[in-house]
């Protein structure tokens, strides 16, 4: 089925994976101007990054989201 599912690339490996295949996670990222002086701005953000079933299971991206719905059902 073409076009019905798009390919993401791995956020670790670089791979093109289907996107229904591939697990989604949010990085933190922080942004600094580094100007060392009163204007100097930083902030933190989060970017959504994919990453391929095998680097998701590196980086226990999996075990990370079944504790999160863990502790959801924890409550
Ligand atoms: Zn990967």
């Known amino acids: 089925m073409r076009g019905k599912d798009p390919l993401v690339s791995c956020g670790s490996c670089g791979r093109s994976v289907p996107r229904s295949k591939a697990v989604q996670d949010n990085r933190k990222v922080s942004y600094s101007t580094e100007l060392r002086t009163g204007d100097d701005v930083s902030f933190t953000d989060f970017r959504k990054v994919y990453y391929c079933i095998s680097c998701a299971?590196?980086?226990?991206?999996?075990?990370?989201?079944?504790?999160?719905?863990?502790?959801?059902?924890n409550r």
Do not use: G
């Not at 075990?63 to 502790?71: V, Y």
């Open 57 to 73: 299971k590196h980086r226990k991206i999996f075990e990370k989201k079944k504790r999160q719905a863990m502790s959801k059902y």
